[in-house]
């Protein structure tokens, strides 16, 4: 008994959160009656119960399904329809018995030598002749009811004895179709052992009580002590021992009751797993256990499923009444998740050992070991034939992650959302949506990103045979068909339609197609030969880097579907990188995704009264407003309408549900390490300010004595806020607060002087804070032309200097959804960015990556109450002057009542569409980049038309700012000119001369382009440079 219990005494209000734990635990437990059946798993008879506990538990699953199905044969109630219940039941006891027989089949090989020839049976056979060492007991040759051992089957007699005449034609055939599949499975599965199960006679009877023959029972045939070995009395009791007020209350203990029998095998078969590493490294033999516990969890998935089939008012009626437990309460369920994830670490151990602990060096010269032991993974999975065994214990764990995320929790969630819908709570009050969290979150990200980047550099490898079987179908196709057609027209021109000539036509057809198909083959063979050189490289493990995103491929012609303008040939665009190729129809899913066409009525006519009635109008802006999918802003409204009506209850979507799932679509954008914490705000500058407010703490403890500092460095193009930040303590005229800055031109050579500038910190002049943007506000230009070698650079030079306390900031606001990024080699640095520009999902959010590392030292000196929302728990005391000041990761840089409800709704609905539609960052860049020589090419072509005496410039529009490449170049082009004045009147002029929408900042013109960008908005956008060109050239 646990120590919250031991007085016997279930305390009514717990006093933390492990006796809370075990209060639900200890509730759960007692509701379904697992303690009986646990003791008979904790108990063995046998002298060697290797399997006996997990055939108990199995067989106490089996005699559960039996007693529900007798309990749906008789169910009184008039509005129960009994066929579907009485079906489903009986396909879970199927899968029950054909995962005994995978799990008892499976075990005879187990402890056989893989080199043993001798055909000699296993100890744990039971195909052999009893009695035999180690055997199971028998039921005495004296015990007239050897093969009438089990209760359920009783009740399930009785059952339909009494309900059989009065049943419907229909119902009569569907269970006389249920016991022959039951009866039947029976059979095929235990048939071959020399041994009864114990229960043969009375499915034999079962048959014939709806009109099936008899089961063939041999004489003199020994049977299990089934009674002894299972002691089914226990699920009989559990049945009796209660009295049942609600219909569906036994329903749903014995549903509960038999996830913990499967449950526990599941564990049993991982740990056995474990035994076959441990005790023989035959990992073969592991993987299968692995693959057994797989189909157990798939089957729990389905199992817990029967439960919608419940009739809900019955079932609410009791939800009531059992509010204080659930099946989080259950020990094995919560076992599962860990155990799982454990299963990974001898794989990685004897890879690391393969590869002669050079990982352990690794860890001393503080390289990225997730990133090493990628590499270890990459080299399995590229070579499969070098280690067989941990090659197939490798795809068990993927099978296993599958298994549980979505055979288990994922049904779990679909069970919660279709028996009390998704917007209700469970008996622990706790969302339905927050079950989301149970398997969005990956058990091996690491094997996850060892196939993709060994897929990448496969297709990069053989890129130019990519299609070829499809092209070699066309042509033979085509060629056929013209064959055909020719021959027909000799045919009708000589009058002749002899069978021969056509004959002779496919004869030919035939031929040619061999020829060709020979030809394929042997240049298929030659271009292996030629990619030699490239498969080596997918192979080769150092030359594989898995941190870092494929760079974007180059722009593509999409020729436009439905056409505005007249559109400009598009160019021919030269290769510049490899990359994803873009989901089949591409075009038509990015344009249909941006089509107002089913847009609702009033949010159509909403447009129009904001438009002024004016719809032809193009905003080329460098920020997102236009961009959002008109399908993801209608469904955000929607359900932002929905959660304001549900008043206070909305937090726990927000927190439990909305938070959570945005987390998951950031680290997928930035493939940011599953180990990073993401942060919220509502602007970069409240973030920023707290993460600053940290390193100001230290002037505010001490009295100046100490001399302490706080250094900040930066570049001299920040935004605005940050930027008067900057200002306003440089006014304060402290001798204790230094800021420095790097100029960001030219550019070349930024990174390489901002971090000569980052090595003069160290000893006493240690940095305490940061900041440099990926693109900064002004321009648009990217200045961190390497992202990851800029990180690397700073983050090696802080750690050289002891100076890892130090936070190092990127601010990737410009960038992020827009270039291609990964965070996945970021040890000790942080990211801001947020969701209004190229994501398109409105203002008022920002969020900050974290590194792990750093996650628990936040504790801003300016906070509010979220950074601590356990103060809102029943066991708090609130907050009061005096109290301690707490955080908790992922909240620490909140304030008070956040506000970012509506554009995380909006990020949502955006990032779920992409996912549907396999669109990535990569994809929406290279689009943009295609945009960009369109617009380029039509600016040079202007150049050389109007061109006054100065190469490259139009007249009215000065110098095009210089472009980084297309890789890592921002969305915008900005041209410079002689004032803020002229940048004004451009403005004006291409909204008066074409419903264009631009900006400028400065002296600087800016064209924001964008994924909701056509080709032919483009070809508008030039014809109204050219107009403004001409008015101003006047």
């Not at 091996?444 to 490898?461: Q, V, Y």
């Not at 198909?517 to 493990?541: N, P, R, W």
């Not at 970012?900 to 992409?914: A, C, H």
Request: aromatic content about 8%; proline content about 5%.
């Amino acid at each position: 008994m646990s120590e919250y219990s031991k007085n016997g005494l279930i305390e009514a209000e717990p006093k933390n959160r492990h006796q809370r734990d075990e209060k639900i635990r200890i509730l759960y437990e007692e509701y379904i009656s697992l303690h009986q059946v646990m003791h008979v798993w904790d108990n063995p008879i046998t002298v060697k119960p290797d399997l006996e506990p997990v055939f108990s538990a199995a067989m106490h699953g089996v005699e559960l399904a039996f007693v529900l199905m007798s309990e749906f044969i008789s169910d009184a109630r008039h509005y129960v329809v009994k066929r579907p219940r009485v079906e489903l039941i009986a396909e879970d006891i199927q899968t029950q018995i054909q995962l005994l027989a995978e799990i008892v089949d499976g075990e005879l090989e187990d402890d056989q030598p893989d080199d043993d020839t001798s055909g000699a049976k296993s100890s744990k056979s039971l195909t052999q002749d009893f009695p035999f060492d180690g055997a199971p007991p028998t039921a005495s040759s004296y015990n007239f009811n050897k093969a009438r051992q089990s209760p359920a089957l009783d009740m399930l007699i009785e059952a339909i004895g009494n309900t059989w005449a009065n049943l419907t034609v229909p119902e009569q055939f569907s269970l006389k179709k249920v016991i022959r599949n039951v009866t039947g499975a029976f059979q095929t599965c235990f048939g071959d052992w020399t041994v009864g199960i114990g229960m043969e006679e009375q499915l034999s009877e079962v048959r014939g009580l709806v009109g099936l023959p008899a089961l063939k029972v041999e004489f003199g045939r020994r049977y299990l002590d089934y009674k002894a070995l299972v002691r089914p009395h226990v699920i009989i009791d559990t049945f009796r021992e209660h009295v049942y007020e609600h219909n569906e209350d036994f329903f749903f203990r014995s549903v509960h009751l038999g996830t913990e029998c499967w449950a526990y095998i599941a564990l049993k078969r991982l740990d056995s797993a474990k035994a076959q590493l441990a005790n023989f490294s035959h990992w073969h033999n592991a993987a299968a256990h692995i693959l057994s516990a797989t189909h157990i969890l798939s089957y729990l998935g389905d199992h817990i499923m029967m439960l919608t089939s419940m009739i809900l008012r019955d079932y609410l009626r009791l939800k009531v009444e059992i509010e204080g437990t659930s099946g989080e309460g259950s020990s094995h369920v919560k076992r599962l998740r860990q155990t799982v994830a454990d299963l990974i670490i001898p794989l990685m151990d004897r890879l690391i050992e393969l590869d002669g602990n050079k990982l352990l060096s690794a860890s001393d010269s503080g390289e990225d070991l997730e990133a090493k032991k990628r590499e270890l993974l990459l080299n399995l999975y590229a070579n499969p034939e070098k280690q067989p065994g941990l090659y197939s214990y490798a795809k068990a764990l993927e099978a296993i992650e599958s298994g549980l995320l979505g055979g288990f929790y994922y049904k779990h969630f679909c069970l919660a959302s279709n028996v009390i819908g998704t917007g209700a709570k469970g008996t622990m009050m706790k969302s339905v949506l927050a079950l989301k969290r149970m398997y969005e979150q990956a058990l091996f990200p690491n094997l996850d990103m060892t196939r993709s980047e060994l897929g990448k550099r496969i297709d990069n490898a053989l890129k130019s045979r990519k299609g070829r079987i499809m092209d070699q179908i066309t042509h033979d196709h085509n060629d056929m068909l013209s064959r055909s057609n020719e021959s027909l027209e000799t045919m009708n021109d000589s009058n002749n339609s002899s069978n021969g000539s056509l004959s002779e036509v496919f004869s030919r057809g035939l031929e040619a197609k061999k020829e060709t198909k020979e030809e394929m083959f042997y240049d298929g063979l030659e271009d292996i030969d030629a990619k030699e050189g490239d498969l080596a490289a997918v192979t080769s493990v150092g030359d594989i880097n898995l941190n870092v995103n494929p760079p974007p491929g180059c722009p593509f012609h999409v020729p436009p579907s439905a056409p505005v303008d007249e559109v400009p040939p598009a160019p021919s665009l030269p290769p510049r990188c490899p990359g994803s190729p873009a989901p089949a129809n591409f075009d038509a899913i990015r344009r249909k995704l941006y089509s107002t066409k089913n847009a609702p009525a009033v949010f159509s006519q909403a447009v129009i009264t904001e438009m002024g009635g004016n719809l032809s109008s193009i905003s080329f802006l460098d920020h997102a407003w236009g961009k959002t999918p008109p399908e993801a802003l209608v469904a955000a409204s929607k359900r932002q309408y929905g959660l304001y009506q549900r008043g206070n209850s909305a937090w726990d979507v927000i927190f439990g549900d909305l938070l959570p799932e945005s987390i998951s679509h950031i680290k997928w954008v930035l493939s940011c390490t599953e180990e990073s914490v993401i942060e919220f705000g509502h602007n970069s500058h409240e973030l920023i300010s707290r993460l600053l407010s940290i390193k100001l703490e230290k002037l505010l403890a001490d009295d100046g004595g100490t001399g302490k500092k706080c250094r900040i460095l930066t570049t001299d193009t920040e935004f605005y806020s940050f930027t008067r930040q900057m200002n306003r303590l440089m006014e304060i005229g402290s001798k204790r607060i230094e800021i420095e800055h790097v100029e960001i031109h030219p550019i070349n050579t930024f990174q390489s002087r901002f971090a000569e500038k980052v090595r003069e910190g160290g000893k006493d002049n240690k940095w305490d804070l940061i900041y440099a943007s990926q693109c900064v506000y002004s321009t648009q230009e990217t200045i961190i032309l390497d992202l990851e070698g800029f990180v690397g650079e700073v983050e090696s030079e802080l750690k050289g200097k002891e100076n890892e306390d130090c936070f190092f900031i990127v601010d990737g606001y410009h960038g992020f959804g827009a270039i291609p990024t990964s965070l996945s080699t970021f040890t000790n640095t942080f990211y801001v960015a947020g969701m209004l520009k190229h994501v398109g999902s409105g203002a008022n959010c920002a969020f900050l990556v974290v590194p792990q590392i750093q996650a628990e030292k936040l504790k801003p000196v300016f906070t509010g109450w979220i950074a601590d929302p356990s103060v809102l728990s029943p066991e708090s005391k609130g907050i009061k002057l005096g109290s301690e000041v707490g955080y908790i990761p992922g909240y620490s840089l909140m304030g008070g009542t956040p506000a970012f409800m509506p554009s995380l709704l909006i990020f949502v609905e955006v990032m779920r569409r992409w996912k549907e539609r396999n669109i990535t960052v990569v994809h929406a860049h290279r689009h943009v980049m295609e945009l960009h020589e369109y617009f380029i090419r039509g600016i040079e072509d202007m150049v050389k038309k109007w061109k006054d005496g100065t190469e490259g410039t139009v007249s009215c529009w000065g110098g095009m700012r210089p472009m980084a490449d297309p890789e890592i170049r921002s969305h915008s082009i900005t041209f410079v000119v002689d004032s803020s004045q002229t940048a004004k009147k451009v403005v004006e002029l291409m909204a008066s001369f074409g419903d264009i929408e631009i900006d400028s900042r400065k002296n600087y013109v800016r064209f924001g382009f964008g994924f909701n960008h056509h080709l032919e908005n483009v070809a508008k956008l030039l014809k109204t440079c050219e107009k403004v060109q001409e008015a101003v050239g006047q």
